[in-house]
């Protein structure tokens, strides 16, 4: 028989006084399968209590434009590890039925398509930010980026935001 | 494997502390654990764990935060408020469950 007095229980460590980690993903892909990794990475940290930044630059600024974040594209041209013969990749009509599949694997394993994936971060905590210099070269505007977003910033606030930060590059 | 003794129940734990016998835990159980990580049980937290809890029966694994979400219909938001920091292990450990395997 189990003494109550000479068990004490066991309580995993859930990490609760370690408050001060934080990772920031900088997202400069705009095709639907680099989309993914820091959103999924980003989901986790989250999960894991971690203060999680997402700043999008360059041709991850299609991520979070109103108009593009749901036309994000997956091609098979220049990724030889789709395992297809490359020559295809240029067939009309190919980009959009790699697309296609590619986003009903992701929908098959209960992933979120990238819009409302953007919004749960959101929901869970993530701050989003946009790269100034990229709306500018893209001529967009605040209002053409989703509500989700934080800011419109710099390269010196992201400096300045992520220190201390863990920064992962997609 | 570990035993411990909690609320007058002897159950199985792995290392960690997780519970690792679907069958020994019961809502008294699930109150105490909440309670050691200092959480007090509503009817919002019931029912989050009460779907893990049958989730897990049907699927033969813990759901994620998403699944909760999704497919129990409690607001991702809301289970943040509800297990701060880290819902999906939180939830598990008070539903006497392994930790989620999935990563989304």
């Given amino acids: 028989m189990t003494n109550p007095d000479d068990t004490p229980v066991m309580v995993p460590d859930f990490g609760d006084a370690d408050t001060d980690r934080k990772i920031c993903f900088i997202c400069s892909k705009g095709t639907l399968d680099m989309a993914y990794p820091a959103l999924i990475m980003a989901n986790g940290a989250l999960g894991e209590g971690v203060e999680t930044h997402l700043f999008f630059t360059f041709w991850g600024m299609d991520m979070i434009s109103k108009k593009t974040q749901d036309k994000l594209k997956f091609t098979i041209l220049g990724n030889p590890a789709t395992h297809m013969p490359q020559g295809l990749g240029g067939v009309p009509g190919m980009t959009a039925m790699a697309t296609r599949m590619m986003k009903k694997q992701i929908a098959d394993l209960d992933v979120p398509e990238v819009p409302e994936f953007l919004s749960l971060l959101h929901d869970m905590g993530a701050q989003l930010w946009a790269c100034k210099m990229s709306v500018d070269m893209m001529d967009l505007t605040r209002e053409d980026l989703i509500d989700e977003v934080e800011d419109i910033i710099n390269v010196s606030d992201f400096i300045e935001l992520s220190d201390g930060a863990q920064i992962i590059f997609v | ?104």
């Fill in chain 2, 1 to 104: 494997m570990p035993q411990m003794t909690i609320a007058g129940h002897d159950v199985a734990v792995d290392d960690e502390g997780f519970m690792t016998e679907y069958d020994q835990w019961t809502e008294d159980i699930g109150t105490a654990l909440a309670s050691q990580i200092g959480i007090e049980m509503t009817e919002d937290h019931w029912r989050a764990i009460k779907f893990l809890r049958e989730d897990y029966s049907e699927q033969g694994e813990t759901p994620t935060i998403r699944r909760v979400s999704t497919a129990g219909g409690i607001p991702t938001k809301q289970l943040f408020q509800l297990f701060p920091k880290k819902p999906a292990k939180k939830m598990a450990y008070i539903a006497g469950l392994p930790k989620p395997v999935g990563c989304v």
